[in-house]
């Protein structure tokens, strides 16, 4: 079946480091992947998505290429900043067996000081 | 424009009790699901449907029942609440394949 492996946090990052969260997957088919982001005591926001190999996709400032040789989504942001502080899901979906149902990885923390 | 709401966003229930965690959309998305957020588990589906009066099971069904009578609501029915079903829930809709899921703000339910 379909799953997805993202590296384990907390990460704890300084203001305007560079962030790196590693999510790889495994599918049937050619599926979808997303980024999610969860603030404190908040609901999920989706962050960013790709439909197809070789996309990439970007929202403030984070960034993800769907590489499917390597079956990566790999998220990146140049500078963070306080407020990046969330959680983050990679997810998987949209394969024609499953097109609704998202597979999520457990989740990364991070944390961003001053 | 209100997405996805969900009802009581906290909630406490003994153990042997029954309660129903509301969802509505006002989006006419077709496709709606409920996810259970655990930590260091990421989110797992419990049921979805795909239009009104079409329901079926995702990965954690257990103790969970769903109805889909109308495009708008989908609530989720806990018919005999267990420590276990502690979690965090997430209800969500779609309009259709290859759109993006909009997620409610959770519903955070205790069961001692």
């Known amino acids: 079946g379909n799953s997805v492996t993202q590296m384990e946090g907390p990460v704890t990052l300084s203001e305007e480091a560079f962030l790196t969260i590693n999510c790889t997957y495994t599918a049937t088919g050619y599926p979808s992947l997303f980024w999610y982001v969860q603030y404190p005591g908040e609901g999920l926001q989706l962050l960013l998505k790709a439909t197809k190999a070789d996309d990439k996709g970007s929202n403030k400032g984070f960034e993800a290429t769907y590489r499917k040789e390597t079956t990566s989504f790999h998220l990146e942001k140049g500078s963070v900043q306080v407020s990046d502080s969330a959680v983050y899901f990679c997810?998987?979906?949209?394969?024609?067996?499953?097109?609704?149902?998202?597979?999520f990885g457990a989740g990364t923390q991070v944390v961003v000081t001053p | 424009n209100a997405g996805v709401t969900q009802t009581p966003k906290f909630q406490v229930l003994k153990t042997g009790q029954s309660m129903t965690l509301q969802c509505a959309q006002d989006?006419?998305?077709?496709?709606m699901s409920w996810y259970r957020q655990d930590p260091g588990m990421g989110l797992r589906l419990i049921h979805y449907?795909?239009?009104?009066?079409?329901?079926d099971q995702g990965e954690v069904p257990n103790g969970y029942n769903v109805s889909r009578s109308t495009t708008e609501d989908f609530p989720l029915r806990l018919l005999s609440a267990a420590p276990s079903q502690t979690s965090v829930y997430f209800c969500?809709?779609?309009?259709?394949?290859?759109?993006?899921?909009?997620f409610g703000e959770g519903s955070w339910l205790t069961v001692v």
């Open positions: 449907s795909v239009g009104a009066g079409i329901t």
């Open positions: 989006m006419n998305h077709e496709y």
């Open positions: 969500a809709s779609m309009k259709g394949f290859g759109n993006t899921i909009y």
């Open positions: 997810a998987l979906g949209g394969t024609t067996d499953s097109w609704g149902k998202l597979q």
